[in-house]
Antibody, heavy 115, light 112 residues
Framework: QVQLKETGPGLVQPTQTLSITCTVS????????MQWVRQTPGKGLEWMGF???????EYNSEFKSRLSISRDTSKNQVFLKMNSLKTEDTGVYYC?????????WGQGVMVTVSS | DVVLTQTPPTLSATIGQSVSISCRSS???????????LHWLLQRPGQSPQLLIY???RLESGVPNRFSGSGSGTDFTLKISGVEAEDLGVYYC?????????FGAGTKLELK
C-alpha cells in the first residue's frame, strides 16, 4: 500500500538549514508529483513546492531562494532543504503525493526553530 | 495568490445532523484544461490531513458517501449528510488550479 514517511531534526537553530527526507513506498516517484506542505501556528497550511515525476521542480515564491526540493528515485526518497531558518518556520512539515491534488500524506515531522 | 475563504470557522453539530461548509475563492478555479482543482481535506486531531473530495465533487476511495461536494467557479460547498463521531476535526478546502496552491483557514467541526 501507499506510504509516505518524513524524517528530520526536531530542533534547528535560527539561520541554519533544515533538511527533511520523505521516504515513500507502494508507488514510483517517476510516476507521481511529490508536494511539500507545512503547517505553522501563524499561517496554517502552506504549499511549499513540488517535484514533478520527471524531476523538475516548482516553488512557492513565498520561500524565495531558501527552498530546494530534490529526490533519489533509487532510494524512493524526496528531500526538502530550506536555509536561513527563522523562528516563524516552526511547524509540522508534510510530504504529500499528487499533481494538483494531495491524495496521500505522510505523518509529518515537527520542526522547532529555536536557539 | 488565490485566497480561499471558509465559513463558518467553527461548526457545532449533533450526531446525525447534516451540515455544510462553504469555500469561496478570490478568483475562478476553472483551469484552462477544463478541470476545477478544488479539493476538501479532513484533519482529525493529532493526524495529518486526508483527502475526502477531489475536483469539486469526486469522492476519494474509501470515503463514506455521506460526504459530498458541489460548486463551480468561485463558490464551493462540502456537505456531510448525517455527522458521525469520526467526522470531528478540521476541514480544509485547497485549490490546485493556480500556483501557488493555497488552503482555506479551516472549519472546525465539533460535537454540540
Amino acid at each position: 500500500q501507499v506510504q509516505l514517511k518524513e524524517t528530520g531534526p526536531g530542533l534547528v537553530q535560527p539561520t541554519q538549514t533544515l533538511s527533511i527526507t520523505c521516504t515513500v513506498s507502494g508507488f514510483s516517484l517517476t510516476s507521481y508529483y511529490m508536494q511539500w506542505v507545512r503547517q505553522t501556528p501563524g499561517k496554517g497550511l502552506e504549499w511549499m513546492g513540488f517535484i514533478r515525476s520527471g524531476g523538475s521542480t516548482e516553488y512557492n515564491s513565498e520561500f524565495k531562494s531558501r527552498l530546494s526540493i530534490s529526490r533519489d528515485t533509487s532510494k524512493n526518497q524526496v528531500f526538502l532543504k530550506m536555509n536561513s531558518l527563522k523562528t516563524e518556520d516552526t511547524g509540522v512539515y508534510y510530504c504529500a503525493r499528487g499533481v494538483q491534488d494531495f491524495d496521500y500524506w505522510g505523518q509529518g515531522v515537527m520542526v522547532t526553530v529555536s536557539s | 495568490d488565490v485566497v480561499l475563504t471558509q465559513t463558518p470557522p467553527t461548526l457545532s453539530a449533533t450526531i446525525g445532523q447534516s451540515v455544510s461548509i462553504s469555500c469561496r475563492s478570490s478568483q475562478s478555479l476553472l483551469h484552462s484544461n477544463g478541470n476545477t482543482y478544488l479539493h476538501w481535506l479532513l484533519q482529525r486531531p493529532g493526524q495529518s490531513p486526508q483527502l475526502l473530495i477531489y475536483s469539486v465533487s469526486r469522492l476519494e476511495s474509501g470515503v463514506p458517501n455521506r460526504f459530498s461536494g458541489s460548486g463551480s467557479g468561485t463558490d464551493f460547498t462540502l456537505k456531510i449528510s448525517g455527522v458521525e463521531a469520526e467526522d470531528l476535526g478540521v476541514y480544509y478546502c485547497v485549490q490546485g488550479t493556480h500556483a501557488p496552491y493555497t488552503f482555506g483557514a479551516g472549519t472546525k467541526l465539533e460535537l454540540k
